[in-house]
Nanobody, 123 residues
Framework: VQLQACGGGSVQAGGSLRLSCVAS?????LAWFRQAPGKESDFVAA????????VYADSVKGRFTISGNNAKNTVYLQMNRLKPEDTALYYC????????????????????WGQGTLVTVSS
């Protein structure tokens, strides 16, 4: 499965962006990870098609919303009240099988990775 991510950009703190990830085929779940300069990659949010389950990192709860459009094999990440610390390269990841809920935030659940889309938040 190939993944195409888009929607990144530059905004001021408090602003909003919406990222999109389009999968070329069926997946069990789609997730977003991010990597800030000089830091390791972190989990952001995940969406499991079966049941529409969502999982979020604590750092984005209440500000980010992940949703999916099954007909378009697309997952969206609505990011509101952005902070400078949200600045990172955001990657879309896809799981072929259906991960269990407790594994949705584990990068080992995902086998397909898209190119990153850069999000820059200025103070």
């Amino acid at each position: 499965v190939q993944l195409q991510a888009c929607g990144g950009g530059s905004v001021q703190a408090g602003g909003s962006l919406r990222l999109s990830c389009v999968a070329s085929g069926s997946t069990g779940a789609l997730a977003w990870f991010r990597q800030a300069p000089g830091k390791e990659s972190d989990f952001v949010a995940a969406f499991r098609w079966s049941g529409g389950n969502t999982v979020y990192a604590d750092s984005v709860k209440g500000r980010f919303t992940i949703s999916g459009n099954n007909a378009k094999n697309t997952v969206y990440l609505q990011m509101n009240r952005l902070k400078p610390e949200d600045t990172a390269l955001y990657y879309c990841a896809g799981a072929i099988s259906r991960p269990i809920l407790s594994a949705l935030d584990d990068r080992r659940s995902y086998r397909s990775w898209g190119q990153g889309t850069l999000v820059t938040v200025s103070s």
